[in-house]
């Protein structure tokens, strides 16, 4: 059975990573500590940082931006969320973004926590470039995101 603990992170706490996708994060709360009911980690990202069109098929995710602005595209619709704007992706919903401000942080959380190994998979613990190819083969071999298609912006 999994168990909840209590976990508490300060600014700049965490264990970090480097997502093959673009993007540094680290990790605030994992599957592990959650009792397996959520993950969340802070995002720091750059300009043009985009991600696939996909969707979560067993997750439901949000997002908060806490700094800058990115362009949300959501079910074939587009939205742009500044700081403090927050968005939620329920499952099976087909959504991807991209930043257009210098740049961006976020607090991303999934629940259930399922999806952790996907970011596990497709992240590095040093700086890595850009590799979607290998976003595929995390999806692929997690079950956690079916991408959809190319960015569509």
């Known amino acids: 059975m999994d168990t909840l603990t209590a976990t508490v992170r300060q600014q700049g706490e965490g264990e970090q990573a480097w997502f093959c996708g673009g993007g540094t994060f680290t990790w605030k709360v994992t599957g ?8 969340m980690f802070e995002d720091q990202l750059e300009r043009g940082k985009v991600t696939p069109l996909h969707l979560h098929p067993h997750a439901d ?3 908060y931006l806490l700094e800058g ?3 949300l595209h959501i079910d074939g619709e587009e939205t742009t969320l500044g700081a403090g704007g927050v968005a939620v992706f329920p499952r099976r919903i087909p959504h991807a973004f991209m930043v257009t401000s210098p740049t961006a942080r976020m607090l991303a959380f999934q629940n259930p926590a399922a999806g952790e190994a996907f970011y596990r998979h497709a992240s590095e613990d040093h700086p890595t470039p850009v590799d ?9 071999a997690t079950g956690a995101i079916e991408i959809l298609g190319p960015p569509p912006f």
């Open 132 to 140: 979607f190819d290998r976003i595929r083969a995390a999806a692929e």
């Open 32 to 39: 592990a500590e959650s009792g397996a009911a959520f993950f």
């Open 61 to 63: 995710e949000t997002f």
């Open 69 to 71: 602005e990115i362009l």
